[in-house]
T-cell receptor, first 114, second 110 residues
């Protein structure tokens, strides 16, 4: 399975600022995904990030709040903009094993907004 | 969209006993059903999965069953050990999009 790393692992941010989260995978993958996991909750898909095209956002998530970049087949970033305490969550990236539906997750980024 | 329900929300078992977690899904077009284990402070780890053309799959102490007609699938852990304590999530996938259940916190008592 792919080895996925995320940076930072955790951060504490002030209201109104932004945080950019990086996701790096050790092999080339077509499909990368970003999820949010609110405290004590399940995972919710934010968007699908495909290289060479605009990210596809799920209902309730917009590009202005969660801009995503996917410059190549091994890397993606998620920015959480104009932070509020409600954005305090774990943010996870995942990758799909080529052509299988199988998704592997990174370790997550724990964001606390004060 | 897909709706996945997961029960129970918490499960406490004696070490050595079995644990069963059940999930139902709403979209009959879903065709891939993974299970993830999440330990505190870590990302979800894929532990087993099953596709819609298979009714049962086993990997050592872990097994998953799928009933497409009833749209439900279950995770079975036998001979539970303290390291099985974690949160377990089921998910259903259609066209690569995963929809997750709410999670089950499993505690294995020594």
């Amino acid at each position: 399975s792919a080895v996925i790393s995320q940076k930072p692992s955790r951060d504490i941010c002030q209201r109104g600022t932004s945080l950019t989260i990086q996701c790096q995978v050790d092999s080339q993958v077509t499909m990368m995904f970003w999820y949010r996991q609110q405290p004590g909750q399940s995972l919710t898909l934010i968007a699908t990030a495909n290289q060479g095209s605009e990210a596809t956002y799920e209902s309730g998530f917009v590009i202005d709040k969660f801009p995503i970049s996917r410059p190549n087949l091994t890397f993606s970033t998620l920015t959480v903009s104009n932070l509020s305490p409600e954005d305090s969550s774990i943010y996870l990236c995942s990758v799909e094993e080529q052509g299988t539906d199988t998704q592997y997750f990174g370790p997550g980024t724990r964001l606390t907004v004060l | 969209g897909e709706n996945v329900e997961q029960h129970p929300s918490t499960l406490s078992v004696q070490e050595g006993d079995s644990a069963v977690i059940k999930c139902t899904y709403s979209d009959s077009a879903s065709n891939y059903f993974p299970w993830y284990k999440q330990e505190l402070g870590k990302g979800p780890q894929l532990i087993i999965d099953i596709r819609s053309n298979v009714g049962e799959k086993k990997d050592q102490r872990i097994a998953v069953t799928l009933n497409k007609t009833a749209k439900h699938f279950s995770l079975h852990i036998t001979e539970t050990q303290p390291e099985d304590s974690a949160v377990y999530f089921c998910a259903a996938s259609r066209d690569y999009k995963l929809s997750f259940g709410a999670g089950t916190t499993v505690t294995v008592r020594a």
